[in-house]
């Protein structure tokens, strides 16, 4: 599976912005769809997951009530709406996927073993 994220930019606190990942390659199978970031001089950490089928989500704290991860199967893409964003939001977002064989969601990067190439995502105060 391949991952190409996009729609990153510059935006100004309380903005907004809308991320995709577009997934191509075995996209027929079960796949968990995740959204991990990067600050400079920090570890990755989790965003938020999306379980296969559209039904299962799960967001860290940071990011609870203004973000919305979504997923249009038909299409392969995953989106990341996010609302409200803050200074600290500022990031390279990483869009991730794994395999599935339950309904369950995953929030340790070590369960994903594809991996896009990052979007910059810029929040100014």
């Known amino acids: 599976v391949q991952l190409q994220a996009s729609g990153g930019g510059l935006v100004q606190a309380g903005g907004s912005l809308r991320l995709s990942c577009a997934a191509s390659?075995?996209?027929?199978?079960?796949?968990?769809m995740g959204w991990f970031r990067q600050a400079p001089g920090k570890e990755r950490e989790f965003v938020t997951t999306?379980?296969?089928?559209?039904?299962?989500?799960y967001y860290s704290d940071s990011v609870k009530g203004r973000f919305t991860i979504s997923r249009d199967n038909a299409k392969n893409t995953v989106y990341l709406q996010m609302n409200s964003l803050k200074p600290e939001d500022t990031a390279v977002y990483y869009c991730a996927a794994h395999y599935s064989a339950d309904d369950y969601v995953y929030a340790l990067s070590r369960a994903y073993n594809y991996w896009g190439r990052g979007t910059q995502v810029t929040v100014s105060s």
């Open positions: 390659g075995r996209t027929s199978r079960r796949y968990n």
């Open positions: 999306i379980n296969w089928s559209g039904g299962n989500t």
